[in-house]
């Protein structure tokens, strides 16, 4: 940065809530879980799911293996098992989103508060710059007017002194 322009700092209203513990907190578990529920809904995940299931019914149709024959009711209870933990983990990520999301507003809506007192006391000092200058203006309009006078006065008193010397040589 240069010397007359000091680096800003363009978190520092994000600061106040860095203390913030998430709702279910840092720790390893929860760090996963949330990484966990949030692979749930990205295509890989997708593809492998549906490319499982595909491979699952396959080889049990086909009679490849019978490990889970038609009605597929391990596959079922796979699906089932899933869900029991999709669901609580969805939503911890939605909740410690939600806190982040929070945080982030308030962060924000103090900064923009911030700004807005900012531009009060621009607009303020900018009145009152306005204000000085007018008054500036005036005092010099009226300086103005009294040179305008006394410049007038001083060409009168000039054509008077110079009638007087100019006629009194005559008169002699």
């Not at 507003?105 to 923009?112: K, P, T």
């Not at 103005?144 to 006065?153: D, F, G, P």
Request: glycine share 2%; charged share 20%; aromatic share 8%.
């Amino acid at each position: 940065m240069t010397p007359d322009k000091p680096e800003v700092d363009h978190l520092r209203f994000h600061r106040p809530h860095a203390h913030l513990a998430p709702t279910f907190g840092n720790d390893t578990f929860a760090l996963k879980a949330e990484a966990f529920a949030r692979f749930f809904g990205t295509p890989t995940f997708l593809g492998a799911q549906t490319a499982i299931v595909v491979l699952w019914v396959v080889l049990n149709m086909t009679g490849v293996t019978h490990f889970d024959v038609y009605p597929f009711i391990l596959l079922n209870l796979a699906f089932s098992l899933q869900s029991a933990y999709a669901a609580p983990l969805i939503l911890l990520a939605q909740t410690r989103q939600a806190a982040r999301d929070k945080a982030q507003s308030d962060a924000d809506a103090q900064h923009r508060e911030a700004l807005a007192v900012a531009n009060t006391e621009r607009q303020a000092q900018a009145a009152q710059t306005t204000k000085q200058l007018l008054e500036l203006l005036e005092q010099n309009t009226r300086l103005t007017e009294m040179t305008k006078q006394l410049t007038e006065r001083i060409e009168t008193l000039t054509c008077e002194m110079h009638e007087q010397f100019v006629r009194k040589p005559q008169d002699h």
